[in-house]
Every structure is written in C-alpha cells, then in structure tokens.
C-alpha cells in the first residue's frame, strides 16, 4: 500500500459493516422507488407513444373517409345529371305528344265535320 493510505483493521470494518447494514434498507427502498419511476415513466411514455400512434391513424382514417365521401357527393352529381337530362328528354317527348294529341284531335274534328257535311248533303 501507499504511505498516504490508511490500513483498516477489524474493528473499523465491523463499524462499516454495521454502517451498512442500518443504511441498507434506505437505500434498497430508495433505489426501488427509482425504479419504480423509471419504469411508471416508460409505461407512461409507451402509453403516450401509443396514443399518438392511434391518433395518427385517426387522422389517416378520418382523411381517407372525406376522400370517399367527396367521391360519393361526385358521383351523385353525376347522378344528378343524368336524371337532369332524362327529364329533359321525357319534357320533349311531352312536348310532342301534346303535339300529336292536339294533331289528332284537329283532324279527327276536320273528319267529323267533312263527314257530317258529306252526310247533310
């Protein structure tokens, strides 16, 4: 050993040892306590990770639903012109068939009317 150091004979060991012993049990309870908090703040941590990676997906979820709805709301507008253009055509065919029904009835009265003057004659 160095000059500058100090040689421990027995007795200084067995009050060591007895300093130890009544610490001990503190430092056990203090560094399990530690432990405990590290290990609370790693659980809290992966339960923060965890919900961030839900809300993630939430968003990713929510994002691809207006998509989809903004698809729906397209293809009714589609929809919606199709059956625009049906009504138009069923209005024109009215139109017609009004022409005709008015056509027909014209001719069916100038037939009737001949007819009946043919018939006076």
Do not use: C
Not at 16 to 26: A, K, T, V
Not at 60 to 72: A, V
């Amino acid at each position: 050993m160095s000059e500058g150091a100090m040689a421990l004979g027995e007795k200084d060991l067995e009050r060591i040892g007895e300093y130890i012993e009544s610490r001990l049990p503190q430092w056990i309870e203090k560094i399990s306590h530690q432990s405990a908090q590290n290990w609370l703040f790693g659980a809290d941590r992966a339960l923060f990770e965890r919900v961030v990676r839900i809300e993630d997906q939430l968003v990713s979820i929510e994002r691809r639903m207006d998509e989809r709805f903004e698809q729906f709301e397209r293809r009714f507008e589609q929809i919606d012109k199709r059956f625009e253009q049906i009504d138009k055509r069923f209005e024109d065919m009215n139109k017609r068939f009004t022409s005709t029904q008015w056509l027909i009835g014209i001719m069916v009265t100038l037939f009737m009317a001949l007819n009946t003057a043919i018939q006076l004659m």
